[in-house]
């Protein structure tokens, strides 16, 4: 089986961003990838798409970059500017 990979940077809202993606593109895999701005919470995918409306199937599509990885990436600055 083969797929294909589409990946589209936006520069709005994440939240609004996908909320279009879902509209538009309804039979892919949408995926979110969202600052969690703050400590990692179980419940962090499910009181989004409360907030957002979104089925809670969509959880399974929301990525969440924690703050050890902000930490990671503002450890080395030379580095992330190369």
Same mark, same amino acid.
């Given at each position: 089986m083969r797929c294909k990979v589409s990946i589209i940077a936006t520069g709005g809202t994440?939240?609004?961003?996908?909320?279009?993606a879902l509209r538009k593109h309804g039979?892919?895999?949408?995926i979110l990838v969202r600052d969690s701005e703050g400590p990692w919470n179980n419940e962090l995918p499910g009181?989004?798409?409360?907030?957002?409306? &979104?089925?809670?199937?969509?959880?399974? *599509?929301? #990525? &969440?970059?924690?703050?050890?990885?902000? *930490?990671? #990436?503002?450890?080395?600055?030379?580095?992330?500017e190369r």
């Amino acid at each position: 089986m083969r797929c294909k990979v589409s990946i589209i940077a936006t520069g709005g809202t994440p939240e609004r961003d996908f909320n279009i993606a879902l509209r538009k593109h309804g039979a892919a895999w949408n995926i979110l990838v969202r600052d969690s701005e703050g400590p990692w919470n179980n419940e962090l995918p499910g009181s989004l798409c409360a907030k957002q409306g &979104w089925l809670p199937v969509q959880t399974d *599509s929301i #990525f &969440w970059m924690v703050e050890t990885m902000e *930490s990671w #990436f503002h450890a080395d600055k030379d580095a992330l500017e190369r």
